[in-house]
């Protein structure tokens, strides 16, 4: 998911999606503009935004009647206060360590379990807590689960952590278990590593899954 982002997943026969990257295209996504597609948006097996949408845009997708799942990146620590009201209608929330402390108030030196812990105590359903080079978390209503990142000497590590949740998005979309979504997803944040393209292009199926 590039970073700028608003896509909404409509898996039926296929998977369907629409995306904006560009910033003063997301600043048009407005709650005016959401109503216009609120019918596609409550359809959907997956809504997925980022906090870039400004906070208004945000409470309006929240606020809908939804079937599926809203899953929400978290950004920038200061962006994240956009969400600050909204967490009991997110399903999952994927936040970099810094932004888990800053959104829990939590000590620097917190441990990731902790931060996930505080995170679903503020009424998220399912946190994904990335941790740089440590790797990442993530809870499933009955323990936390971590993954080691695979080791490499990377090219660059931007883009990694959005890579890390399309990828695991991907395999919630395609029914995976939740153990085998994150796999594919550490590994697409693996490839992503792995080249200074904005896309790796041996970021394919037969490569992450």
């Known amino acids: 998911m590039a970073s700028g982002s608003c896509i909404s997943i409509a898996w039926m026969r296929e998977l369907v999606m629409m995306a904006a990257n560009q910033m003063p295209l997301v600043k048009s996504i407005t709650p005016t503009f959401i109503q216009t597609k609120a019918a596609l948006i409550c359809a959907a097996d997956i809504v997925i935004c980022d906090c870039n949408l400004n906070a208004e845009t945000l409470a309006e997708i929240a606020g809908l009647e939804r079937q599926g799942l809203l899953i929400i990146d978290a950004v920038s620590t200061a962006k994240i ?3 600050y009201g909204l967490y009991h209608h997110i399903d999952l929330l ?4 810094i932004e888990a402390i800053t959104m829990t108030n939590a000590h620097e030196e ?3 379990d902790s931060l996930i812990t505080k995170a679903v105590d503020e009424g998220v359903r399912q946190v994904l807590v990335s941790d740089g080079e440590r790797g990442f978390a993530i809870n499933d209503g009955a323990k936390i689960h971590y993954f080691d990142a695979i080791k490499t000497t990377p090219q660059t590590v931007t883009g990694a952590g959005d890579c890390l949740l399309a990828g695991l998005i991907y ?3 395609t029914n995976l278990t939740l153990k085998q979504a994150c796999e594919v997803g550490n590994r697409t944040a693996h490839l992503s590593t792995k080249s200074v393209a904005s896309v790796n292009h041996h970021i394919t199926r037969e490569n992450v899954c």
């Open 81 to 83: 206060e956009r969400i």
């Open 94 to 97: 994927k936040l970099s360590r």
């Open 110 to 112: 917190s441990p990731i």
């Open 171 to 173: 395999g919630l979309a």
